[in-house]
Protein backbone atom coordinates (compact mmCIF):
# COMPACT_ATOMS: atom_id res chain seq x y z
CA UNK A 1 0.00 0.00 0.00
CA UNK A 2 1.39 3.50 -0.71
CA UNK A 3 1.00 6.53 1.69
CA UNK A 4 -2.08 7.68 0.91
CA UNK A 5 -3.55 4.61 0.13
CA UNK A 6 -2.33 3.33 3.54
CA UNK A 7 -3.72 6.05 5.77
CA UNK A 8 -6.84 6.15 3.93
CA UNK A 9 -7.30 2.56 5.02
CA UNK A 10 -6.29 2.93 8.69
CA UNK A 11 -8.81 6.00 9.12
CA UNK A 12 -11.59 4.04 7.35
CA UNK A 13 -10.53 1.07 10.19
CA UNK A 14 -10.62 3.54 12.43
CA UNK A 15 -14.17 5.21 11.50
CA UNK A 16 -15.22 1.47 11.32
CA UNK A 17 -14.31 0.84 15.10
CA UNK A 18 -15.80 4.19 16.06
CA UNK A 19 -19.02 3.44 14.22
CA UNK A 20 -19.53 -0.39 15.84
CA UNK A 21 -18.32 0.84 19.46
CA UNK A 22 -21.29 3.97 18.70
CA UNK A 23 -23.93 1.19 17.75
CA UNK A 24 -22.59 -0.72 21.15
CA UNK A 25 -23.28 2.10 23.61
CA UNK A 26 -26.55 2.95 21.60
CA UNK A 27 -27.74 -0.83 22.16
CA UNK A 28 -26.15 -0.43 25.89
CA UNK A 29 -28.17 2.64 26.49
CA UNK A 30 -31.41 1.83 25.37
CA UNK A 31 -31.40 -1.26 28.29
CA UNK A 32 -29.40 -3.94 25.97
CA UNK A 33 -26.87 -6.23 27.33
CA UNK A 34 -23.91 -6.21 24.45
CA UNK A 35 -20.85 -8.16 24.65
CA UNK A 36 -18.13 -8.09 21.82
CA UNK A 37 -17.87 -10.99 19.98
CA UNK A 38 -16.18 -11.06 16.14
CA UNK A 39 -13.02 -12.26 15.42
CA UNK A 40 -11.85 -8.53 16.16
CA UNK A 41 -12.49 -8.48 19.63
CA UNK A 42 -11.59 -12.01 20.83
CA UNK A 43 -9.37 -13.63 18.35
CA UNK A 44 -7.35 -9.80 17.64
CA UNK A 45 -4.09 -11.48 16.91
CA UNK A 46 -5.33 -13.67 13.66
CA UNK A 47 -6.12 -10.52 12.23
CA UNK A 48 -3.36 -10.13 10.31
CA UNK A 49 -2.62 -13.63 9.31
CA UNK A 50 -6.34 -14.02 8.36
CA UNK A 51 -5.70 -10.56 6.20
CA UNK A 52 -2.90 -11.83 4.31
CA UNK A 53 -3.84 -12.28 0.60
CA UNK A 54 -2.56 -15.94 0.14
CA UNK A 55 -3.66 -17.32 3.41
CA UNK A 56 -6.30 -20.05 2.14
CA UNK A 57 -10.33 -19.23 2.26
CA UNK A 58 -11.07 -22.13 3.59
CA UNK A 59 -14.29 -23.14 5.20
CA UNK A 60 -13.07 -21.91 8.77
CA UNK A 61 -11.40 -18.73 7.43
CA UNK A 62 -14.66 -17.39 5.94
CA UNK A 63 -16.68 -18.50 9.57
CA UNK A 64 -14.16 -16.74 11.49
CA UNK A 65 -13.66 -14.00 9.26
CA UNK A 66 -17.87 -13.58 9.23
CA UNK A 67 -18.55 -13.66 12.73
CA UNK A 68 -20.65 -11.04 13.56
CA UNK A 69 -19.28 -8.17 16.04
CA UNK A 70 -21.76 -7.87 18.72
CA UNK A 71 -24.00 -10.30 21.08
CA UNK A 72 -26.47 -8.33 22.24
CA UNK A 73 -29.22 -9.54 24.69
CA UNK A 74 -32.62 -8.15 25.07
CA UNK A 75 -33.31 -8.94 28.64
CA UNK A 76 -37.39 -8.14 28.28
CA UNK A 77 -37.99 -10.85 25.53
CA UNK A 78 -35.20 -12.99 26.92
CA UNK A 79 -33.45 -12.91 23.01
CA UNK A 80 -29.94 -13.25 22.05
CA UNK A 81 -29.17 -11.93 18.97
CA UNK A 82 -26.10 -11.52 17.10
CA UNK A 83 -25.08 -8.70 15.58
CA UNK A 84 -22.54 -7.54 12.08
CA UNK A 85 -21.55 -3.43 11.80
CA UNK A 86 -20.78 -1.57 8.77
CA UNK A 87 -20.00 1.20 8.40
CA UNK A 88 -20.89 3.19 4.17
CA UNK A 89 -20.25 5.88 2.95
CA UNK A 90 -23.22 5.52 0.53
CA UNK A 91 -23.97 8.81 -0.98
CA UNK A 92 -27.46 7.90 -0.58
CA UNK A 93 -29.57 5.82 1.31
CA UNK A 94 -30.66 3.80 -1.79
CA UNK A 95 -27.30 3.00 -3.49
CA UNK A 96 -25.20 1.05 0.10
CA UNK A 97 -22.80 -1.15 -1.44
CA UNK A 98 -22.24 -4.59 0.04
CA UNK A 99 -20.18 -7.26 -1.69
CA UNK A 100 -22.34 -10.30 -2.39
CA UNK A 101 -19.69 -12.42 -0.83
CA UNK A 102 -19.90 -11.09 2.15
CA UNK A 103 -23.39 -11.39 2.44
CA UNK A 104 -23.15 -15.16 1.45
CA UNK A 105 -20.72 -15.92 4.25
CA UNK A 106 -23.10 -14.12 7.12
CA UNK A 107 -25.92 -16.56 5.19
CA UNK A 108 -23.43 -19.88 5.51
CA UNK A 109 -22.55 -19.35 9.12
CA UNK A 110 -24.63 -16.54 10.56
CA UNK A 111 -28.04 -16.92 9.01
CA UNK A 112 -29.44 -15.40 11.82
CA UNK A 113 -27.78 -12.60 12.83
CA UNK A 114 -28.91 -9.15 12.46
CA UNK A 115 -27.07 -6.89 9.92
CA UNK A 116 -26.81 -3.30 10.87
CA UNK A 117 -25.63 -0.74 8.21
CA UNK A 118 -24.99 2.96 9.38
CA UNK A 119 -24.73 5.54 6.66
CA UNK A 120 -24.70 9.55 6.54
CA UNK A 121 -28.03 9.66 4.90
CA UNK A 122 -31.46 9.15 5.53
CA UNK A 123 -32.44 7.82 8.89
CA UNK A 124 -28.13 6.96 9.68
CA UNK A 125 -29.24 3.56 11.47
CA UNK A 126 -30.59 0.53 9.52
CA UNK A 127 -31.30 -3.32 10.38
CA UNK A 128 -32.11 -6.24 8.35
CA UNK A 129 -32.27 -10.12 9.43
CA UNK A 130 -29.28 -11.71 7.21
CA UNK A 131 -31.79 -14.48 6.38
CA UNK A 132 -34.52 -11.66 4.67
CA UNK A 133 -30.98 -10.18 2.54
CA UNK A 134 -30.26 -11.25 -1.07
CA UNK A 135 -27.07 -11.76 -2.27
CA UNK A 136 -26.55 -8.91 -4.10
CA UNK A 137 -23.97 -6.06 -4.63
CA UNK A 138 -26.16 -2.94 -3.91
CA UNK A 139 -28.70 -2.39 -1.42
CA UNK A 140 -31.44 0.22 -0.93
CA UNK A 141 -32.31 0.67 3.16
CA UNK A 142 -35.71 1.91 2.41
CA UNK A 143 -36.78 -1.08 0.89
CA UNK A 144 -33.90 -4.60 1.87
CA UNK A 145 -33.58 -2.57 5.64
CA UNK A 146 -35.69 -1.47 8.30
CA UNK A 147 -35.24 1.39 10.80
CA UNK A 148 -32.69 0.45 13.63
CA UNK A 149 -35.69 1.50 16.04
CA UNK A 150 -37.90 -1.06 14.11
CA UNK A 151 -35.72 -4.27 15.20
CA UNK A 152 -34.18 -3.21 18.38
CA UNK A 153 -37.47 -1.52 19.91
CA UNK A 154 -36.20 -0.54 22.75
CA UNK A 155 -34.38 1.97 21.19
CA UNK A 156 -35.96 5.59 21.93
CA UNK A 157 -36.03 8.36 19.74
CA UNK A 158 -33.90 10.58 21.66
CA UNK A 159 -31.10 8.55 21.62
CA UNK A 160 -31.48 7.81 18.30
CA UNK A 161 -30.98 11.36 17.62
CA UNK A 162 -28.10 12.11 19.52
CA UNK A 163 -26.32 9.00 17.83
CA UNK A 164 -27.43 9.69 14.75
CA UNK A 165 -25.24 13.23 15.06
CA UNK A 166 -22.59 11.52 16.24
CA UNK A 167 -22.43 9.20 13.42
CA UNK A 168 -22.52 11.24 11.09
CA UNK A 169 -19.91 13.29 12.59
CA UNK A 170 -17.48 9.89 12.53
CA UNK A 171 -18.62 9.94 8.81
CA UNK A 172 -17.32 13.35 8.07
CA UNK A 173 -20.80 15.05 7.52
Not at 114 to 134: D, H, S, T
Not at 139 to 168: G, I, P, Q, W
Amino acid sequence: MGGDTQSEFYDNVLEGNQIKELVKVLLEKSGYLVLPYGYESTLSGLISKLGVKDTKKSRTVRRIKSSPDLLVFDDKRKDLMLVEVKMRKAPEETRILIYSRMISNYKEFWNDSILVIVVPCGNVFYAQRVVELEGKEEYNALLDFEKFENVFTDVREENLSHFKAKALRIMGK
